[in-house]
């Protein structure tokens, strides 16, 4: 019974926790947003459902095409700047992204210390 015990309480101790206190970081939106052509930015901005963690949470962006060269290698572009303020994460380019296509990869870190990843493409005119 003893030993019953000991493996009752520590679940239901667990189960009486808020349920936010486990909560995963979602992408709820994002400027450029998925599969949007946009003119040129000079800042893009995810928002998630989480204060995301600052020093564990970024982006990896990529161009992926280039109009008027075929067969363009992927180029990571490098350089710029990333803030989290709560919910929001902030990239500042150095200057404008040039006509192409992108993509965006993201990780965020909220409170729970998981490490949550998404991607998406975005184009610029």
């Not at 000991?6 to 679940?11: D, E, G, I, N, R």
């Not at 963690?53 to 067969?71: K, Y």
């Amino acid at each position: 019974m003893r030993r019953l015990a000991l493996f009752v309480a520590p679940a239901l101790a667990m189960l009486a926790l808020p349920g936010a206190a486990f909560a995963h970081p979602k992408l709820l939106s994002s400027n450029p947003a998925a599969d949007t052509a946009v003119a040129k930015p000079t800042k893009l901005t995810l928002t998630f459902s989480e204060t995301l963690v600052a020093p564990l949470s970024g982006i990896e962006l990529v161009m992926t095409g280039m109009p008027g060269m075929a067969n363009h290698a992927p180029m990571p572009i490098k350089g710029f700047a990333t803030a989290v303020a709560g919910k929001v994460l902030t990239v500042t380019l150095p200057r404008a992204l040039p006509a192409g296509s992108y993509q965006l990869k993201w990780h965020a870190v909220a409170g729970d210390q998981h490490r949550i990843e998404g991607q998406y493409a975005f184009t610029v005119r």
